[in-house]
Nanobody, 115 residues
Framework: QVQLVESGGGLVQPGGSLRLSCAASGITFSIYTMDWYRQVLGKQRELVARISSGGTTTYAASVRGRFTISRDNAKNTVSLQMNSLKPEDTAVYYC?????????WGQGTQVTVSS
């Protein structure tokens, strides 16, 4: 049974930092591309950051230079370090594992950036 479990969300002030983690089980984690998406109520889910099985990373322009995605294949986890957070980063953040036509989602974790 495939399971992705996100953690680390919460309330943070503008300029602050949070670290999200996603623990995967039921998949051969190392061969999957791992993504972090976010979604604001009423808007489309958007890709925030991606890390390939080989470790290549890509970022949305809105977070480049502030967010860092990383993976630990030994622990089957992917993380998203978020620095210099802005109110517009407020969203539900989702972990996604994808391999070709196979795509698995976590349940999401809320990040709220507010003073």
């Amino acid at each position: 049974q495939v399971q992705l479990v996100e953690s680390g969300g919460g309330l943070v002030q503008p300029g602050g930092s949070l670290r999200l983690s996603c623990a995967a089980s039921g998949i051969t984690f190392s061969i999957y591309t791992m993504d972090w998406y976010r979604q604001v109520l009423g808007k489309q889910r958007e890709l925030v950051a991606r890390i390939s099985s080989g470790g290549t990373t890509t970022y949305a322009a809105s977070v480049r230079g502030r967010f860092t995605i990383s993976r630990d294949n030994a622990k089957n986890t992917v993380s998203l370090q978020m620095n210099s957070l802005k109110p517009e980063d407020t969203a539900v953040y989702y972990c996604n594992a994808n391999l070709g036509s196979v795509s698995r989602w976590g349940q999401g974790t809320q990040v709220t950036v507010s003073s």
